[in-house]
């Protein structure tokens, strides 16, 4: 039986590889047309398999997989998108295991920095749901979480506020931080997962004059981030 398991869980995760893979963060999300290609394949594998228990219960994960992959690119996870609705920020961020939300204003340039970056790593990480919201159609929840300065990134991890990146001090303090850097800061807040197992200290591509600025070991005083008083 663990036999069988194992290669369940196998033919299982080849449905999920086009969206989560890392190879091509850049590229869109596939097509529901993609994902039916690929269940259908991993179907007649299962269907022509010499195990009954793998025929069996194969096929029940198998769909239960597809019908959840459907939900989560319904929910919007594999893209960076805006959500206008302040219901809906609340709804998406409670119900999440990990959601990233930036809030932001349409005339601030550092804003635009971050959804460049936000927008490559959406599709890389298809277990997170990756969010921006318009701070002039949310104002009960800038209120209510004490949203002052932006850029400014909160991440939820079911339902819970568990980190936020304001402006680009935790970035080094510059307009041209790698991807590489945010990437790190989300790792360690786990609002994403890698596959692979990694050290929590390591700066992914960062230099080594960003890794000193994220860990303190540099100070700078930086006022190009918008204040919202």
């Not at 206008?84 to 920095?113: G, N, Y």
């Not at 568990?162 to 041209?176: A, K, P, V």
């Not at 700066?203 to 960003?210: D, E, H, I, L, Q």
Request: hydrophobic content about 35%; glycine content about 6%; charged content about 30%.
């Amino acid at each position: 039986m663990p036999d069988q398991d194992t290669k369940i869980s196998s033919l299982v995760a080849r449905l999920n590889e086009p969206s989560t893979s890392g190879a091509h963060a850049s590229d869109s999300v596939p097509e529901m047309d993609d994902d039916d290609s690929i269940f259908a394949e991993l179907e007649a594998e299962i269907e022509n398999d010499s195990s009954a228990a793998v025929r069996e219960h194969g096929m029940e994960r198998l769909t239960r997989e597809m019908d959840q992959l459907r939900q989560m690119k319904s929910d919007g996870h594999g893209q960076y998108r805006e959500v206008t609705e302040e219901k809906d920020v609340v709804r998406l961020s409670a119900k999440e295991p990990r959601c990233v939300v930036h809030f932001f204003h349409h005339k601030f340039k550092r804003c635009e920095i971050m959804d460049k970056h936000l927008q490559r790593l959406a599709p890389k990480y298809f277990g997170t749901l990756f969010i921006r919201v318009f701070v002039e159609n949310v104002p009960w929840l800038v209120e209510r979480l004490g949203v002052k300065v932006l850029p400014c990134v909160m991440t939820f991890i079911n339902g819970t506020s568990r980190d936020r990146i304001i402006g680009f001090e935790d970035l080094g303090n510059s307009d041209q931080f790698e991807t590489a850097t945010l990437e790190w800061k989300l790792l360690n807040s786990g609002a994403v997962q890698k596959d692979d197992s990694v050290g929590s200290n390591i700066v992914y591509g960062a230099n080594s004059t960003v890794r000193k600025q994220i860990r303190g070991e540099q100070q700078q005083d930086d006022d190009s981030d918008l204040d919202l008083d």
